[in-house]
């Protein structure tokens, strides 16, 4: 897929995961070149991914089973560049090179109702802002790069600002999960629709190519639509103030989550998966 990452001509319209379509115009962007694949290409591991994700999302209430988590997991791990067509060799994933106006790019290699797989081209300090995953489960690998995730989940019952200090605020507490760098020998992450850290966000310390499986895909027509946030610090512990709500250490990390308008830097560019073929 050398691929896919250049197609600039090819791609007509662009899929904002989540949010809907729009144009491309005809500026170009600094991507690397193509390659064309071969008609008959196909990977193994990708083959096998899409037969097990085939098996497992039944419909949008499906939530993996611990079995099928560890054997999507076991696939993803041992996922390579390759079975995707890529190279870390490519000039875009060169650390240092470096482009202010150069957006995340993504590609889908395969979308159905019930599951999509999709990888994210993350250029070198580019964002994918804090977003949430609502009915979703989704596994993260990351094929090439380092790269920043912190992640949080609802605290529930539901509690925020205003029940706690009786203040008007559209905040609403969370707790962090996940707030830790990760490379490719890293485990795929995996996160559920209420657990694991389904609002994370993305941050390349140097460029990026994560794979995602999401099950179901975004939807607004099903009520599946992303929703952003902006994290602020909670300077001291709600526990004993939540009520119900009981951890177990004083070493929890909490926030208050803001939602906010869709951020300009998370708009992403879409491009044709040229790619082997996962069937």
């Known amino acids: 897929m050398e ?10 319209r662009v899929n904002k995961v989540g949010y809907g379509r ?3 115009g005809k500026k170009k962007k600094q991507l690397p070149r193509r390659v064309r694949r071969p008609e008959l290409s196909v990977s193994n591991t990708l083959r096998q991914l899409f037969h097990s994700c085939t098996e497992t999302f039944k419909g949008p209430d499906t939530v993996p089973s611990p079995q099928d988590v560890q054997r ?12 995707v067509g890529l190279s870390k060799d490519l ?15 993504y590609t889908t290699v395969f979308k159905c109702d019930n599951f999509s797989l999709c990888i994210f081209f993350i250029p070198e ?11 979703m489960t989704v596994f993260s690998k990351l094929l ?3 790269m920043h995730i912190k992640s949080y989940d609802w605290v529930e019952p539901e509690v925020s600002k205003d029940n706690l200090l ?9 707790k962090l999960k996940a707030n830790t760098m990760y490379t490719t020998s890293c485990d795929t992450s995996v996160l559920y629709p209420t657990t694991g850290g389904n609002i994370h966000e993305f941050t390349a310390i140097t460029p990026c190519a994560v794979f995602d499986v999401i099950g179901p895909p975004y939807s607004k027509e099903d009520d599946r639509d992303c929703s952003y946030y902006k994290d602020h610090p909670c300077t001291s512990s709600p526990k004993e103030r939540i009520g119900e709500v009981k951890e177990e250490n004083d070493k929890d990390s909490y926030a208050w989550l803001e939602e ?11 491009i044709e998966y040229l790619g082997p073929s996962p069937f």
Request: no cysteine; aromatic share 2%.
């Open 3 to 12: 691929t896919s990452m250049v197609d600039r001509e090819r791609v007509g």
């Open 22 to 24: 729009r144009d491309i």
């Open 72 to 83: 999507l997991r076991h696939i993803l791990d041992n996922m390579k560049p390759e079975d």
């Open 91 to 105: 000039q875009f994933f060169k650390p240092g090179n470096r482009n202010e106006k150069q957006r995340v790019t």
């Open 125 to 135: 300090g580019g964002i994918i802002p804090l977003h949430n995953h609502p009915g």
């Open 144 to 146: 090439i790069g380092l």
């Open 166 to 174: 009786q203040q008007p605020s559209q905040l609403r507490l969370a």
């Open 260 to 270: 906010i308008e869709m951020p300009e830097n998370s708009e992403m560019d879409g």
